[in-house]
Nanobody
Framework: QVRLVETGGGLVQPGGSLRLSCVTSGLAFIYYNMAWYRQAPGEQRELVAD???????NYPDSVKGRFTISRDNEAKQVYLEMNRLELDDTAIYYC?????????????WGQGTQVTVSS
């Protein structure tokens, strides 16, 4: 059974930092591209960061220079380092795995972790 479990969310003041982790199990991790998405109340889910199996990364302009995605293939985890957090970063953050190569077409989601930026 595939599981993705996000941790590290919480309440932080504007300008602060948080580090999210996504622990995976039941997944051939090295064959999956990994991503973080977020969804604020009343908004659509949006991509926050993406890292391929070859460790190529991609960020939208809204977080570029503030967020960093990384992966540990041995630990089967993906991380999101978030710095200089802003009020608009408040959302539920989701971990997403989508297959490449021999597992192309498969994709999985975590249950999400709440990030609240507030003074």
């Amino acid at each position: 059974q595939v599981r993705l479990v996000e941790t590290g969310g919480g309440l932080v003041q504007p300008g602060g930092s948080l580090r999210l982790s996504c622990v995976t199990s039941g997944l051939a991790f090295i064959y999956y591209n990994m991503a973080w998405y977020r969804q604020a109340p009343g908004e659509q889910r949006e991509l926050v960061a993406d890292i391929t199996t070859e460790r190529r990364t991609n960020y939208p302009d809204s977080v570029k220079g503030r967020f960093t995605i990384s992966r540990d293939n041995e630990a089967k985890q993906v991380y999101l380092e978030m710095n200089r957090l802003e009020l608009d970063d408040t959302a539920i953050y989701y971990c997403h795995a989508y297959g490449a190569g021999i597992v192309a077409g498969r994709n999985y989601w975590g249950q999400g972790t709440q990030v609240t930026v507030s003074s």
